[in-house]
């Protein structure tokens, strides 16, 4: 299982990551992907999460090769 | 860049003129006599914001997922209206006061459809596009600009 | 021609380019940074209306209660919402197909004012003010638009 | 009393009439000026009147020197 990490704005800083591959045999979902990257530090309440560029819940399942992105409520416009 | 359903997406990262944009997008992708209504809204650079003295602003965004996030939007947003054509331009990139960052506009036989369409884009892309504001206040330190408000509510 | 609230009302019998003029507007009228929204409406002719082919229109007005009805309508928007600036220019006269016959502007520093106030301007324009259309069809007969229709309801 | 009567549109066809001055003790409403311009032709049921350049119903009172309008739906824009 290989994963495309990418992470934007806010939680870029927060994590201090902005794009990581990551292999494992543990990573199931998109919860276990930010495990991966985040340790310890907590998802913060508003993060959104993207697969292959649609969002996607905490729950979503990954498969090999997805891009997993993590981000703070847009503000564009 | 994408095109579908005679509608056109822009990110761009240098400052543009949105009158310029409409005036040679009209020229190249309407027809004259077909339109009877056009809606449009820009979106500019305040060197204010929540009571500060805002200097510049960098906006970032996710290259790939912004413009399939943004074709989505207009693809649904000429599902249901009747458009003749709909115009996305957003910036990109280090930003300066009474600088536009986005322009929207929409096309149509009716205004209700023009009015209607464009007001529903404009509100999609600040609640669904990957864009992100930081801004640098006077004193040059930073901020990221949290939550976009909601545009449908009264704001005197 | 008036000026009020910081709003400009202009009847006009040439043609003109709605996109230039919001951009000298913008430059005269306008201080850069302190505005956030700009939403805008052009009215175009069209070359069809109810089924049928139309080559040119006269546009009739009513000198001197056309400009204070307008001038009304902007003053009562700026009262209702908070705008920097707001602009009604509009065509009398032969007007051709392809050709735009009104454009209306509302500036503040949110949007949902900007969006409001500029569709509140072109509906109390379409039902207060005095102009009245006269179309002339492709066979050389004439006939007066006889009502405007509702802009808020869905036209699909 | 002297009254400045103007029509528009369909209604200045309608009427044959554009502008005209017209004077008399009989008149004191804005039905009275469309008694004197239109004689036995009925007032269409659309029909907008102005005073001095505002809307103003049949019954309105005029007054010397005023402008009395009239005129159907408006459908600019």
Chains 1, 4 share one sequence.
Request: charged share 20%; with cysteine.
């Amino acid at each position: 299982m290989s994963i495309k990490v990418k992470c934007f704005a806010s939680m870029r800083e927060y994590l201090d990551l902005s794009e990581r591959d990551i292999a494992g045999d543990g990573i199931n979902s998109v919860a276990d992907v930010w495990q991966q990257i985040a340790g310890d530090k907590p998802m913060p309440d508003n993060t959104l999460c993207a697969v292959n560029q649609s969002q996607a819940d905490a729950a979503y399942a990954v498969t090999d090769g997805d891009e997993v992105a993590f981000f703070p409520p847009v503000t564009g416009g | 860049m994408g095109t579908q359903h005679n509608g056109t997406i822009k990110i761009i990262s240098e400052p543009f003129d949105p009158w310029a944009e409409l005036s040679s997008y009209e020229t190249s992708h309407l027809t004259a006599g077909q339109i009877g209504a056009t809606a449009t809204f820009v979106g500019t650079m305040r060197d204010f914001n929540e009571g500060d003295d805002v200097s510049a602003m960098e906006l970032e965004h996710y290259p790939g997922m912004t413009d399939a996030q943004l074709q989505l939007i207009a693809d649904e947003a000429q599902t249901q209206w009747s458009l003749d054509n709909a115009l996305i331009v957003h910036r990109v990139g280090r930003i300066l006061p009474g600088e536009p960052i986005v322009l929207v506009a929409c096309w149509s036989a009716h205004r209700a459809a023009a009015f209607d369409a464009c007001r529903h884009l404009m509100e999609a892309l600040k609640s669904r596009a990957p864009f992100w504001k930081k801004e640098t206040l006077k004193d040059q330190s930073h901020r990221w600009v949290e939550k976009n408000t909601d545009g449908y509510s009264a704001s005197q």
